[in-house]
């Protein structure tokens, strides 16, 4: 059983940072491709950044790129996303995802991940 555990979010000021976390367990976690997808609140998921299985390969959604960054420890089964200089816009439930092992074009799609964490709450407040 695959089981994916967000460490708790919080509630920072713009410009602040905040390092998320995610523990994975019940699959090689070394083998697949991680993400980090968002949803605010009356909005559909976003897709914010991934990582191959390898971490060798990172991709970023526009509205983040140079403010978040993703990495991964295999020997901890575990992913981490980084953000900084945070805005209120970055408000939202924040969720880790497990995905495929191969890394293509549809690694920005949410689809792509069949596995979710149960999700934690960022707030940016102004």
């Known amino acids: 059983q695959v089981q994916l555990v967000e460490s708790e979010g919080g509630s920072v000021q713009v410009g602040g940072s905040l390092r998320l976390s995610c523990v994975a367990s019940g699959r090689t976690f070394s083998r697949y491709n991680m993400a980090w997808v968002r949803q605010a609140p009356g909005k559909d998921r976003e897709f914010v950044t991934a990582?191959?299985?390898?971490?060798?390969?990172?991709y970023y959604a526009d509205s983040v790129k140079g403010r978040f960054t993703i990495s991964r420890d295999n020997t901890k089964e575990t992913v981490y996303l980084q953000m900084n200089s945070l805005k209120p816009e970055d408000t939202a439930v924040y969720y880790c995802a497990s995905g495929q092992t191969a890394w293509r074009s549809s690694i920005a799609d949410p689809d792509e991940y069949a596995y979710w964490g149960q999700g934690t709450q960022v707030t940016v407040s102004s």
């Open positions: 990582i191959s299985w390898n971490g060798v390969g990172t």
